[in-house]
């Protein structure tokens, strides 16, 4: 027996006088002194016995300590008789190890400690892996490698867009379907356990995560792989209907999974309902730090692989571009299987947590059965009624013929004749005949009654469903329109959106005409002035004097550090969060992009003529740091404060239905789906809405397929 002392009692004492500290240094010899002689005890035990070097069994009071130093007790004997077991002493120090690395760094650093939110942080690390390279090279390389027309990528952009949006709310109906059908499958665990929600986070939608991610990852790399660039394609070829088709394609088929891989993890995170916002704040930021070296390698990596120069020749321009293409599959196939993981992390969470909470509640056995006379009288229809009403009528004179034959019986026991013998035995063999036949017509008409009866249940049932579907469906419209903050978080979001996807779309472009020093400068190989347009020579970008423009090896630093540094931001974001609230951001963003772009325009205006962007004798700091300010600052609060603002959006939700009290199968249980899904129904057209507009005011002035 060890003793054990509190940890207040040894440090929070009184030091008023010196036999009370005689006291306390004594209590911690002895306690020393014991502890020793119980560690000797142990390492002498096992030395005695030939089993393997294992530590003995820990204490409850020592488990503390075990988990700070994991090697503490162990003793590893190297010698000449017991050399072999060394061998095992290694293993299970190993064992060991990576048993305390994985509960100290890998679920507190990805996770926050929860498994379930550790397969979520592994899921947004494959999705950035995706995000980041396709949002960086997928304009470049349909522009300059596929030789698309800016004409018909404007065309094709408000294709997919129109297509998109239609998918998008099609995926968030999907979304929140997932929780309908597993509310009908679990609703024995529903109605006694109740734990409906974590069913439904967890079985329901962990088990998409895995597939979902697959699809996305082939369609990131399908636009890339299915058509193959040739040097020798005509003008004529390049601006055929193939191209725009393969592009519209592509793109909705890209698009589609991305808004369900993002609304299916955004869900997720929403409906953790039990999280405060301070733990939401902590399972967020700790994944940031992880998505922010990622993305930045894969940035880097793919520029470096995808680096091609106008001056190059277009057939080593395609070899590197083939190479590329070799780099994307497999970032395809990392992802695929980050998702896998995921997957598999989250199921075993969840299925270890529903076992949990359900044998903690109850141990016996629930089943449903239908009810037999209450359906009879609402669902039955008259045949099934006037079956069950002959069913008893035959039962009451069963057994009036019973009790009959029982007297018969009796008084033919009482005679002794042999003529009369004779005669009852014929009777009894006559009764007991047509007993058998009644007995054989009851048991009939009871499982055809029994079977009309299941099968009128689970019609019932199905119907019940689908009225649900299209109740929840028109309910959950209703709500939306009547939400006043949705509609105000609308109008917020589209113009965030469109301001956001047209620096994402175009940042690579403005990157390399605005701030690259080539050699031989723009001349009319990457800009064909149009002599019918409206706008002169003077009225587009020149770059006379290139004493201020960067290296192509700064122009890439440059956009691969935004991803890493929009990272960066979400993570200094979470303090003034947690400090004033997310909403006091957004209104310190919009004051912030009013007054940079402000500042440039007068800038600019001071420097030359308005609209008219000459480059000469002046330094591209102001362009590089609006670029570097707007992209940033957006990115980061667009992802950071979507998150809080729909799950505010769905506690208000839910808190105005409880208010109602309305019933249980009236309300939807969770309505983050939709919420999404009409995010996206407003917001993608207006996010594409200045990419084509830009797209269609560059061709108009000239801008080629390959600038």
């Known amino acids: 027996f060890v003793p054990t002392f509190p940890q207040h009692s040894i440090t929070q004492t009184p030091m008023s006088s010196s036999s009370s500290a005689d006291n306390i240094h004594r209590t911690r010899q002895s306690y020393r002194k014991r502890q020793h002689l119980e560690q000797r005890r142990s390492t002498t035990n096992t030395n005695t016995t030939n089993d393997t070097i294992l530590p003995t069994t820990i204490s409850k009071n020592d488990n503390v300590k075990q988990q700070q130093q994991p090697f503490s007790n162990y003793h590893l004997p190297i010698n000449n008789t017991t050399f072999p077991k060394f061998f095992t002493a290694i293993q299970s120090l190993l064992r060991q190890y990576t048993k305390h690395t994985k509960h100290t760094l890998f679920y507190q650093t990805l996770g926050n400690g929860s498994p379930y939110l550790t397969g979520l942080t592994l899921a947004s690390i494959a999705s950035t892996m995706l995000s980041t390279t396709f949002d960086m090279f997928y304009i470049t ?11 018909h990528y404007a065309w094709g952009s408000a294709t997919y867009v129109v297509v998109g949006t239609v998918m998008n709310v099609c995926v968030a109906w999907i979304v929140d379907s997932i929780a309908a059908s597993s509310s009908d499958d679990d609703d024995k665990e529903e109605e006694v356990v109740g734990y409906h929600d974590k069913i439904y986070k967890c079985v329901g939608k962990s088990k998409l995560i895995g597939m979902s991610g ?3 990852a082939i369609s990131f790399v399908a636009p890339f792989i299915i058509q193959s660039p040739s040097p020798e394609r005509t003008p004529e070829e390049t601006k055929s209907i193939w191209n725009m088709s393969h592009f519209v394609l592509s793109m909705t088929f890209y698009n589609t999974m991305y808004s369900f891989c993002n609304m299916l993890q955004s869900s997720m995170v929403t409906d953790q309902f039990d999280l405060s916002e301070k733990q939401k704040i902590q399972f967020m930021s700790s994944g940031q730090f992880v998505n922010m070296i990622v993305s930045f390698v894969i940035s880097r990596v793919g520029l470096y692989i995808f680096d091609f120069s106008s001056e190059e020749k277009e057939e080593d321009a395609l070899e590197r571009f083939y190479v590329f293409r070799l780099y994307l599959v497999v970032v395809s196939i990392l992802s695929s299987l980050l998702f896998i993981m995921a997957q598999r992390i989250m199921v075993a969470s969840c299925s270890s947590s529903s076992i949990q909470t359900s044998t903690s509640i109850s141990t016996s056995s629930f089943t449903r059965q239908p009810p037999p006379v209450a359906l009879s009288s609402s669902i039955i229809p008259s045949t099934v009624t006037n079956l069950v009403r002959k069913r008893q009528r035959y039962k009451s004179k069963d057994s009036d013929i019973i009790q009959n034959d029982d007297d018969d019986d009796d008084d033919d026991h009482s005679n002794n004749n042999p003529t009369t013998n004779n005669m009852n035995h014929t009777t009894k063999t006559t009764k007991q005949k047509t ?15 029994s079977k009309i009866n299941q099968f009128l249940w689970n019609n019932n049932l199905q119907l019940q469903k689908q009225q649900r579907k ?6 959950s419209l209703s709500d939306l329109y009547h939400h006043s ?18 620096l994402c779309t175009f940042r690579r472009i403005f990157v390399y005409h605005l701030l690259y020093d080539d050699d031989d400068g723009m001349d009319e190989t990457s800009w064909n002035h149009n002599t019918t347009t409206w706008m002169d020579e003077s009225s587009i970008i020149k770059t006379n004097d290139k004493s201020n423009m960067w290296s192509q090896g700064a122009c890439d630093w440059l956009l691969s550090s935004i991803y890493p540094l929009t990272q960066m931001t979400i993570l200094l974001l979470y303090v003034p969060i947690r400090q004033v609230g997310y909403t006091k951001v957004y209104h310190i963003l919009f004051q912030i992009q009013f007054w940079t772009s402000l500042t440039l325009l007068l800038w600019k205006m001071s420097s030359s003529s308005f609209f008219v962007l000459e480059l000469q004798d002046t330094t591209s700091i102001p362009i590089a740091f609006f670029l570097v300010c707007n992209s940033v600052l957006t990115g980061a609060v667009v992802n950071v404060g979507f998150i809080f603002g729909m799950s505010d959006l769905v506690l208000e939700m839910k808190w105005k239905k409880q208010q109602q009290q309305c019933h249980k199968e009236q309300q939807p249980p969770l309505l983050s789906g939709m919420f999404m899904g009409m995010n996206t129904l407003f917001c993608r057209p207006m996010s594409a809405f200045l990419p084509i507009v830009t797209a269609c005011w560059l061709n108009h002035v000239g801008l080629s397929a390959t600038g």
């Open 141 to 151: 390389i349909f522009l300059s490698i596929y030789h698309l027309p800016l004409k």
């Open 214 to 216: 697959c699809l996305y």
């Open 435 to 449: 007993k058998n036949y009644k007995n054989t017509i009851s048991s009939y008409i009871q499982t055809k009654t």
């Open 470 to 475: 299209t109740q929840w469906i028109q309910q």
């Open 485 to 502: 903050n949705f509609r105000i978080w609308i109008g917020m979001e589209m113009l965030l959106e469109s301001q956001y996807y047209f």
